[in-house]
């Protein structure tokens, strides 16, 4: 298995420019979040989704960010426009159904805006 | 609202000590707790789940244990390498919901040759 898959890893843009950062969860997962980490705060959950429906985005900052699900094979985060106290690495992570709610972690995009 | 503490901050030992990171939490509700670890510039690779019902669990030279009454976990790892340095983080799953992880900012560990 390939595990979540992230693009892009890096990306640097200017204010206000819209940013989209992409998952992929592991194949056969039906719960993804999308987390981001930095200096300050930490790991944060920024929104959660099962099956495809955003169950919980109290996390999210701002109406600047949105996210979608539209299947269950991809996820997009959108930041628009960004803002420099947006940079910071974003996670996503996926986990199965039932068992033992072990979350599995992609590498991370680390966003820098400028 | 669930507090995770990791303390030390920051660990450094020679090769072949063992380990002992150390994770607290203020409510003992909690689903399960999973160690983490996170390379410099990676994502976090999860080590060890515990559920709330278990004492303790192991993974070659890895052993976690709960105290759920105390709020407390311990992460041992035997005969530390180099390549054990990275961070570590902790991170609890209350029983009030079953996907909000706390985490805990994490242990940076360094394992010197």
């Known amino acids: 298995d390939a595990g979540v898959i992230q693009s892009p890893r890096h990306e640097v843009t200017e204010m206000g420019q819209e940013v989209t950062l992409r998952c992929k969860p592991i194949?056969?997962?039906?719960?993804l979040f999308w987390y981001r980490q930095t200096m300050m705060r930490g790991l944060e959950l920024l929104i959660y989704f099962n099956n495809n429906v955003p169950i919980d985005d109290s996390g999210m900052p701002e109406d600047r960010f949105s996210a979608k699900m539209p299947n269950a094979s991809f996820s997009t985060l959108k930041i628009q426009p960004s803002e420099p106290r947006d940079s910071a690495v974003y996670f996503c992570a996926s986990r199965g159904q039932g068992g033992s709610y072990e979350q599995y972690f992609g590498p991370g995009t680390r966003l820098t805006v400028t | 609202k669930q507090e995770v503490t990791q303390i030390p901050a920051a660990l450094s030992v020679p090769e072949g000590e063992n380990l002992v990171l150390n994770c607290s939490f203020t409510?003992?509700?909690?689903?399960?707790l999973q160690w983490f670890r996170q390379d410099p510039g990676k994502g976090l690779t999860s080590l060890l789940l515990i559920q709330s019902s278990q004492r303790e669990q192991t993974s070659g030279r890895l052993n976690a244990s709960l105290d759920k009454s105390s709020g407390r976990s311990t992460l041992y790892i035997a005969a530390s390498q180099p390549g054990d340095s990275a961070t570590y983080l902790c991170a609890v799953m209350p029983l009030s919901n079953d996907y909000k992880l706390s985490f805990g900012a994490g242990t940076t560990v360094t394992v010197r040759a």
């Open positions: 194949s056969g997962h039906n719960s």
């Open positions: 409510d003992s509700a909690i689903y399960n």
